[in-house]
T-cell receptor
């Protein structure tokens, strides 16, 4: 069971780039790395998923080093609406491992 | 697609009463998950199903909790009898499987349960 460690909270300002790092030292060969965003009173929402190197989509980038023991979610030019809790999930459905960690509470200030 | 649909959105009940939460997954998704979220314990996985069969229920807190998935389009999470410590937001999520791309969960809006 790959456990994850994330900072409990982060603060940023509008327009800045935000990088949230997740440590997962015990990641298994088959595990993917998935990031979710959760706003108050809503369910978590998928942001991005990767296995290795770099993945980019319209909202974020995910950087995964060669050893895969950590990953970094990068949010470019955040706005107030990006204030949310961000979860790093490391696992694979086929290995019965879809458990969330504590998440990082990101607060974007004007 | 309408997404994962949960009901009720809010439920207030008294200790000892039976509570039934319902979930309709996204059509075609093979996996269904039940999570519970509280401030103290965060987002906890309770149980999940694959093709309507329970695969892992190790997260179910105790015998008062039970979950069923009688068909591919419906699941229930039942608490009997309910206790104040069961107060939480219960999320249902579903997921497709394709190739090796796993782990994308689609969550419902949640059911907020308050047990007095």
């Amino acid at each position: 069971l790959a456990k994850t460690t994330q900072p409990i909270s982060m603060d940023s300002y509008e327009g800045q780039e935000v990088n949230i790092t997740c440590s997962h030292n015990n990641i298994a060969t088959n595990d993917y790395i998935t990031w979710y965003q959760q706003f108050p009173s809503q369910g978590p929402r998928f942001i991005i998923q990767g296995y290795k190197t770099k993945v980019t989509n319209e909202v974020a980038s995910l950087f995964i080093p060669a050893d895969r023991k950590s990953s970094t979610l990068s949010l470019p030019r955040v706005s107030l609406s990006d204030t949310a809790v961000y979860y790093c999930l490391v696992g694979d459905i086929l290995n019965n491992d879809m458990r969330f960690g504590a998440g990082t509470r990101l607060t974007v200030k004007p | 697609d309408a997404g994962v649909i949960q009901s009720p959105r809010h439920e207030v009940t008294e200790m000892g009463q039976e509570v039934t939460l319902r979930c309709k997954p996204i059509s075609g998704h093979d996996y269904l998950f039940w999570y519970r979220q509280t401030m103290m314990r965060g987002l906890e996985l309770l149980i999940y199903f694959n093709n309507n069969v329970p695969i892992d229920d190790s997260g179910m807190p105790e015998d008062r909790f039970s979950a069923k998935m009688p068909n591919a389009s419906f699941s229930t999470l039942k608490i009997q009898p309910s206790e104040p410590r069961d107060s939480a937001v219960y999320f249902c999520a579903s997921s497709p499987i394709w190739g090796r791309n796993t782990g994308e969960l689609f969550f419902g809006e949640g059911s907020r349960l308050t047990v007095l």
